[in-house]
T-cell receptor, first 115, second 110 residues
Framework: DGGITQSPKYLFRKEGQNVTLSCEQNLNHDAMYWYRQDPGQGLRLIYYSQIVNDFQKGDIAEGYSVSREKKESFPLTVTSAQKNPTAFYLC??????????????FGDGTRLSIL | EDQVTQSPEALRLQEGESSSLNCSYTVSGLRGLFWYRQDPGKGPEFLFTLYSAGEEKEKERLKATLTKKESFLHITAPKPEDSATYLCAVQKAAGNKLTFGGGTRVLVKP
């Protein structure tokens, strides 16, 4: 079955530690996205990528980094510079928009907490 | 700045009690409005895309409508399995980025 796999489901971070969240998709989608979801605030865009080896900052990129070395994979690193990392992180993918709006498809998220 | 506001924040319904959720938006050049359903601890699941004012889409007990400033998600005769958070998002004329509203949590009691 095609889909988006995020791992781990739960992650704990110690002070001063960087952690990496995995996102893999087998939908052959060009575009991938990372969102952060806090209670009552909806989803906010962290980073997105429309092609391998290229990515753009979203609305809340500070304290995060990404890479896009393969079409299928878009890992997110939460660095020690992100002072409030506790949240639910969601990865999404979509075909590149070529005039017919394609919805983004989401994984089941990683919940990150501070130890 | 693009803004999407959903109301109410939470909605408690009895089974069979129809209701509507509102999504108001301010965006320069709307390309599409998306509705998603999200269950606790899961990622959002796509429901509908609406493109232009006057458009309607239906799926089972859900019907989405669009005007120039807002969208409504009507839930007709809801069942407990319709309990979820419903999210709307807008896409501008240029690019693939979505701007999400804060969601409406719906609880349907038997």
């Amino acid at each position: 079955d095609g889909g988006i796999t995020q791992s781990p489901k739960y992650l704990f971070r110690k002070e001063g530690q960087n952690v990496t969240l995995s996102c893999e998709q087998n939908l052959n989608h060009d575009a991938m996205y990372w969102y952060r979801q806090d209670p009552g605030q909806g989803l906010r865009l962290i980073y997105y990528s429309q092609i391998v080896n290229d990515f753009q900052k979203g609305d809340i990129a500070e304290g995060y980094s990404v890479s896009r070395e393969k079409k299928e994979s878009f890992p997110l690193t939460v660095t020690s510079a992100q002072k409030n990392p506790t949240a639910f992180y969601l990865c999404a993918s979509s075909p590149l928009d070529r005039g017919s709006n394609q919805p983004q498809h989401f994984g089941d998220g990683t919940r990150l907490s501070i130890l | 700045e693009d803004q999407v506001t959903q109301s109410p924040e939470a909605l408690r319904l009895q089974e069979g009690e129809s209701s509507s959720l509102n999504c108001s938006y301010t965006v320069s050049g709307l390309r599409g409005l998306f509705w998603y359903r999200q269950d606790p601890g899961k990622g959002p699941e796509f429901l509908f895309t609406l493109y232009s004012a006057g458009e309607e889409k239906e799926k089972e007990r859900l019907k989405a409508t669009l005007t120039k400033k807002e969208s409504f998600l009507h839930i007709t005769a809801p069942k407990p399995e319709d309990s979820a958070t419903y999210l709307c998002a807008v896409q501008k004329a240029a690019g693939n980025k979505l701007t999400f509203g804060g969601g409406t949590r719906v609880l349907v009691k038997p």
